[in-house]
């Protein structure tokens, strides 16, 4: 049996652990954190915007979401919102310079708390989105930009499958 693709990955992947990017909403989250993080991208803190913040970065953390994601989580805490008002005010907060939006070609768009460049490991079973270890990523060479260009971002995504032998435990 070719076993190379499992003996191959360093890291235990855990598929089932989203443990990071669970959206709990925490009464006690800092109000302070949210307003301070709207105003940083001079956002009015209406209400939704400050429910949505919450979710997001209220307790503090990074994470990844989907518009559903957030979508189905600002429901469970607010009831009625409506998806668009999710979608639109994460376009907003993207323009606003406080998420990133991360391109998976394919997928739904992915929104991302952390701003600053780094790679991404996409799990293409189930279409989630993880920081993958930034220190274990060197790029060799870049390709000259065209006159009078520079690289204004890179993105990388590493897609991910499962091995085929791993799930018979090889
Ligand atoms: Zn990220």
């Not at 989105?129 to 000259?144: G, I, K, S, T």
Request: charged share 30%; glycine share 8%.
């Amino acid at each position: 049996m070719d076993n190379e693709c499992w003996e191959a990955v360093g890291t235990e992947v855990q598929p089932g652990d989203a443990a990071s990017d669970r959206l709990d909403f925490d009464p006690s989250a800092s109000a302070e954190r949210v307003v301070a993080w709207l105003a940083s991208g001079g956002l009015r803190p209406t209400r939704q915007r400050r429910l949505l913040a919450t979710l997001l970065i209220g307790d503090g953390r990074d994470r990844h979401v989907t518009a559903e994601s957030l979508h189905e989580a600002a429901q469970r805490v607010a009831g009625k919102v409506s998806l668009a008002t999710v979608y639109n005010t994460l376009r907003a907060f993207t323009a606003a310079g406080l998420l990133t939006e991360v391109m998976v070609h394919g997928a739904r768009s992915h929104f991302d708390t952390r701003t600053d460049d780094h790679p991404h490991f996409y799990f293409e079973d189930e279409g989630r989105l993880v920081d993958a270890p930034p220190l274990e990523m060197a790029f060799a060479r870049l390709p000259e930009t065209p006159r009078g260009t520079e690289i204004a971002k890179i993105d990388v995504v590493i897609r991910l499958r499962r091995c085929r032998d791993a799930e018979q435990g090889a």
